[in-house]
């Protein structure tokens, strides 16, 4: 078979742009390239409906290896005793939580998209909105901090089946003691969606929310820097608190439905590949290395929030505690989906994204989110978050303007050559 020319060509062109820009999406980063060797392998090619030792086709034994080696290295990142390495990403894992815990129309509260939340929480875009009977806490317009009195409120008015806690756009650590205590009052579980700050978690820069959360998922590319997936765990398994059934009619423990809602639940066959390059990652994760990456983050994450605010930019909630940061643009006078399409021209890549209590819509929005893991991956150090902001703020000062454009486009394209990406390829 001919090499496929135009794909390949496109992959090379991706690939210079990875290289030669400044990655500032907060949910983005740059995996190993062994993680991205093991995606490009053969367990493509194999079915593996089941779990490790309880598959439907044969020819499952190496697969079998690769998955429970995955999971034992999950297990060992987050001290969890279960851990599914399936759903195909974190709005999968998600789903999967719903199904196993919750039946048509229940009640789920999680923080409102438009306060910095996720779609899987409860969005009427959403499955999860669609599904079930979705309520929303939001953020304070004073603070920009998860109103915790109110999700103390709709909880015990409303008595949800399930809070979730996590975010998209939140900057901010989160009490998950506090949470806990509300949903213990009203009998509801806990689900902590990590996708985003779970590097940073896993290394112990933050509340840990396995100490109180009954349930945590996570996508694994984010923060993880593992291949695109979802992953589900539990520190401790448990009785499933409303005598839940699986399909034979049998009350089973939650590791057990969560299992069943994942396969045959909710997914066919695993991407076995993908679960070879989380394994990979995993391994990663465990190292003295990753956590030196981590504090990095963090560090950097403060040191641009610091830089940002010098310069007169509008942080929700004034700072981050974790990896992304949250900017109003409405003192700059400038459309937000106008920032992103000229810092892209620039080689700068962010996000316009919805701020507390925005009075535009999501295709406008008033807001830049803007985060640190890929730039920490390519390796820049605090020092550089000025250099960054500079180019930024160089841009966002001059939108209409051209040559300037075109200037930081080169000088992005020159400072990004100190940092080489995939330098192998
Ligand atoms: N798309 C992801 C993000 O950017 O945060 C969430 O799914």
Redesign the pocket.
């Known amino acids: 078979m001919q090499k496929d020319g135009v794909i390949f060509d496109l992959i090379g062109k991706e690939l210079q742009r990875q290289r030669n820009g400044i990655e500032l ?4 980063n740059f995996t190993s390239q062994q993680v991205m060797e093991a995606m490009g392998t053969c367990p493509t090619n194999k079915y593996a409906e089941g779990y490790p030792g309880k598959r439907y086709y044969g020819g499952c034994e190496v697969v079998d290896e690769i998955e429970t080696i995955a999971i034992d290295r999950l297990k060992k990142i987050f001290r969890a005793q279960w851990a599914n390495v399936q759903p195909h ?3 999968q894992a998600n789903m999967a939580v719903f199904i196993a815990c919750l039946k048509p129309g229940d009640k789920i509260l999680g923080l409102d998209l438009s306060m910095g939340g ?3 929480h409860g969005s009427p875009a959403n499955f999860s909105g669609k599904n079930y009977h979705a309520l929303f806490y939001g953020v304070k317009k004073e603070t920009g901090l998860v109103d915790y009195e109110q999700l103390e409120t709709v909880a015990r008015t409303e008595k949800p089946k399930i809070i979730i806690c996590g975010a ?2 939140y900057s901010r650590d989160w009490d998950y003691a506090r949470i806990r205590a509300v949903a213990d009052e009203i009998g509801a579980l806990v689900m902590a969606d990590i ?2 700050p779970a590097g940073l978690i896993a290394k112990g820069l933050l509340n840990d929310p396995f100490d109180h959360c009954h349930i945590v998922t996570s ?1 694994t590319h ?1 923060t993880l820097r593992g291949p695109r997936g979802g992953v589900i765990m539990l520190r401790h398994d448990f009785d499933n608190p409303w005598g839940l059934k699986d399909p034979k009619g049998n009350i089973r423990s939650m590791s057990a439905l969560l299992d069943l809602a994942v396969f045959p639940g909710m997914q066919g066959g695993p991407l076995m590949h993908v679960i070879a390059a989380k394994a990979v990652s995993f391994e990663e994760i465990l190292s003295e290395e990753f956590t030196v990456y981590q504090k990095q983050v963090q560090q950097n994450a403060q040191a641009m929030a610091a830089e940002f605010v010098k310069r007169g930019y509008n942080l929700i909630s004034n700072g981050t505690d974790n990896h992304l940061m949250l900017i109003d643009l409405r003192n700059k006078n400038i459309s937000c989906k106008k920032a992103q399409e000229t810092l892209d021209k620039a080689h700068i890549t962010l ?1 316009k994204n919805a701020v507390p209590f925005d009075d535009k819509s999501p295709f406008v929005t008033s807001g830049i ?1 803007v985060g640190v893991p890929a730039i920490t991956t390519r390796g820049m150090q605090t020092g550089d978050m000025e250099t960054v902001v500079g180019f930024v703020d160089r841009v966002l000062s001059a939108t209409d303007n051209e040559n300037e454009i075109a200037a930081v486009k080169a000088e992005v394209g020159s400072f990004m050559q100190s940092f080489p990406l995939y330098p192998g390829l």
């Open positions: 999406i907060a949910s983005e990403s974190g709005a996720h779609l899987t998209s756009a996708a985003h996508t984010k996000n989110r």
